[in-house]
């Protein structure tokens, strides 16, 4: 069983920075983000596979937030830039063993408590 910490989430004002960070307790194949706003479907957001072999993001935050990880620390990181209002919502990290659908929930075998994202206009 892989324990999964987010951390990093507040409020910022509209077109500022937020970088989330996810503490696993040992090493997956692929980390990633999903998020979900208030009356709205879980949705994905990044993902991210060990050596950076490959990389996804949504179309709604593609050029404004990048994934990274930290393999020695068993740690992902999702830097957000340019927030929008439309960004608020809480951010759940996910972890898994598959290499491939990593745009979908089925794909993670493991979810944290999710953090909270809140951008003000």
């Known amino acids: 069983q892989v324990q999964l910490v987010e951390s990093g989430g507040g409020l910022v004002q509209a077109g500022g920075s937020l970088r989330l960070t996810c503490a696993a307790s040992?090493?997956?194949?692929?980390m990633g983000w999903f998020r979900q706003a208030p009356g709205k479907e879980r949705e994905f957001v990044a993902a991210?596979?060990?050596?950076?072999?490959?990389?996804f993001y949504s179309e709604s935050v593609k050029g404004r937030f990048t994934i990274s990880r930290d393999n020695a620390k068993n740690t992902a990181y999702l830097q957000m830039n340019n927030l929008k209002p439309e960004d608020t919502a809480t951010y759940y990290c996910?972890?898994?063993?598959?290499?491939?659908?990593?745009?979908?929930?089925?794909?993670?075998?493991?979810w944290g408590q999710g953090t909270q994202v809140t951008v003000s206009s």
């Open positions: 996910v972890a898994g063993t598959r290499n491939f659908g990593l745009e979908f929930r089925r794909a993670y075998d493991y």
């Open positions: 040992s090493s997956t194949f692929s």
């Open positions: 991210i596979t060990r050596s950076d072999l490959w990389v």
